[in-house]
């Protein structure tokens, strides 16, 4: 399979804190271990033309995943749209942490993709809700991550297509996550965990459910729907 | 509306502790809340012939509310089958707390409804999922109950139509509730609190979602589908 | 409740076969009935300053119904993101037939909108999928329209939270809808007949689902979400 | 991957029409087809000990395959009551035509499962209303079966999980199906195609979709969920 991690990767070049957890940027641990799982992966960072993402690298894209946080309205709208029809056409879509807000997670939404947040170091469990799905082969019964960023209810999304995970977090939230999304031949996993100032992408388990969505996300072998004027088969 | 609660009503006569909670049971507790809001409520417990469900009784019923716990196994089969078949025309059914494993609630569910429980005194926060939902009307974002039983997930139910409430306890699990289900014309909603020994249903939010519940399961105003054998209306 | 229906208006003024069928325009039909049901109800149009839809006149909506069809993309983006906030927020919308391609709708599912048509006449049954739901109160187990655009899957929307309505048409499509959407607090209802050409808004059944959809995505009385930064209740 | 399928085999024996179409039933055409695909495929039928379900056939195996008509009443509840804790702890489950009124649908579906239907000859057009899914890869828009029997809504299950296909009958009907459905950790698909007098199973599209469709509901590769009186983890 062919994935593309895109990363904004200002934090990582701004901030020693988060430098000290990922020199090389987010992007590169993520390409990291997916790399061992055999796919053929590519990087993409937003100070990069056309943020990395131009149609030659979209072509050869079956799943993207996703990481932005503060730089969300930098992203050029021309290249949130050709993501969004790529993702209608079947390309898949994994987004992290806090690409809840990036635009292009927010185009497919529909929504404000608004939420509760808090930085104070807050235990993560993350609860798996749907013991059927391939998204939590390998993992136990829950994950949890000692310290990270809460986000909590409401969370503005519309009604998943399923629940993978439900998330419980110390200070006393919960928040609906991981969640999946189709859309038109597209499948699009929500997976919260990640702020930039923990190790969470060195985890395992949270490494295992990113390999995991990415297969599960591939861009399905069925047809593409014919619309638009119809004379119709007869009968 | 007419609304029947059905109580088990047999740790209220066994057990002081319960007793010292509700003093006339459960049943009474809630008839009494529904009878406020005008509704045309009676009870019925495990005890009376038929349960207290004779076809009279349940001929006036448009919403069945129902708690249980140690004595599942002693509701007769064929009361059982008159509950599922009067939710399916139409009959609403509220479903409390250990009453997931009850044998209504399992038959119309057709899993195990089993769960993870303690009984260790642990905070529970019952969080908005859904603020568009008709049961969560008047309620703040969270409830909290100080002292609840723990369950937890996975709980083996369907997936639910729509997840209303999502709970969090203190000693670090989550859980789905409240959640709808659709069954034929009938509408369930299953509820999680309400540990015998806590007062629970004193709780002022507790009861605002129990009413809010009754309002929604009303049976609705529309027309009964017909199947079976089908010519046709012709073209 | 307060109701605003918006129109295009573009056929009823340029073609004399659609003003024989709507000589006052789609609207006036559809606000005609609603003002039998005891709603306030306004009328807002394309051509009109902000398209109707000033913010006075939303403020005074607390469901929007909306048609259009050839002049969608002449409806301003910023009136746009003022309607998708408004449902955000709690606003009833129901869309009809052709604005399953109105920015509105689009930018609220995310999706491309698309579907197959044909303009033939077929004949078009509309049958009741969900015997619970309070928008086919009234309806026998199908409507038939004698004639209508055949609107066929596959329709590209996200996943529906309810398929209210599932259609049938002589050619030998199907067709999912009329198909329900939380967002946010507020409700959608996508309705799909109502081609211009055909007097399908003087049908009775048509009229009462509409009528029945507007009290169904009247705004919740429930609490508005808090979001953002969080410190927490504390435990 | 090992599977079992089920028949009731008794058209075939009885009636003259049936066996013209599957001289050794339909069970053998069934496992005909999937044994080419590499699977390790055994059948039973009603009238073996046990219906051909021991334990022993149980443990080895990982899709069950069911199709039934007549006789439903015949099958033993101890086998029903086995088959759904098999399916609860990850098996799946196949289910197909007429098997809707099996005691094994019923019991995992917790509703009547009843529908309207009629032996017409109708013609059936099996739409695809979800293109991501794996249960139809290889298949065009639709299958069209010339001649089936005609099974209409409403259909009186709970609401899918996802719905596959809709179908669209020459006569005026619809149907939702194929349907999917979660329980516990097992995954059941309903498959509408295949009246006993018709040569549908020998249709290389419908055997296409009965392929993808045991193919996704292998047992996952995950955690059996922990239930019952639990301690937790601590913090």
């Not at 031949?185 to 995991?212: A, D, L």
Request: proline letters at 5%.
């Amino acid at each position: 399979m062919r994935v593309t991690v895109w990363n904004e990767f200002r934090h990582e070049q701004e901030e020693a804190a988060v430098r000290d957890v990922y020199p090389d940027g987010i992007h590169m641990v993520i390409a990291d271990f997916l790399k061992k799982e055999g796919h053929d992966v590519q990087t993409a960072v937003l100070d990069e033309a056309e943020h990395g993402l131009s149609d030659a690298v979209l072509d050869r894209t079956d799943v993207l995943v996703w990481w932005g946080h503060k730089a969300h309205e930098e992203v050029e709208d021309e290249i949130v749209e050709k993501v969004q029809a790529r993702v209608l056409k079947g390309m898949g879509l994994i987004v992290l942490h806090s690409a809840h807000f990036s635009k292009v997670f927010k185009k497919l939404m529909g929504t404000s993709c608004d939420l509760k947040w808090r930085e104070a170091g807050d235990t993560e469990r993350l609860w798996v809700a749907d013991p059927t799905h391939p998204i939590v082969e390998g993992i136990d019964e829950y994950i949890e991550l000692e310290q990270e960023e809460m986000y909590g209810e409401h969370f503005d999304i519309p009604t998943p297509d399923e629940h993978v995970f439900i998330r419980w977090f110390s200070g006393g939230e919960v928040f609906r996550s991981g969640a999946t999304f189709k859309r038109g031949r597209g499948k699009i996993f929500y997976f919260r965990p990640g702020h930039e100032t923990y190790p969470t992408y060195h985890n395992q388990s949270v490494q295992r459910v990113i390999k995991n969505a990415v297969k599960w996300a591939a861009p399905p072998n069925t047809s593409e729907p014919v619309r638009g004027h119809y004379s119709g088969p007869g009968l």
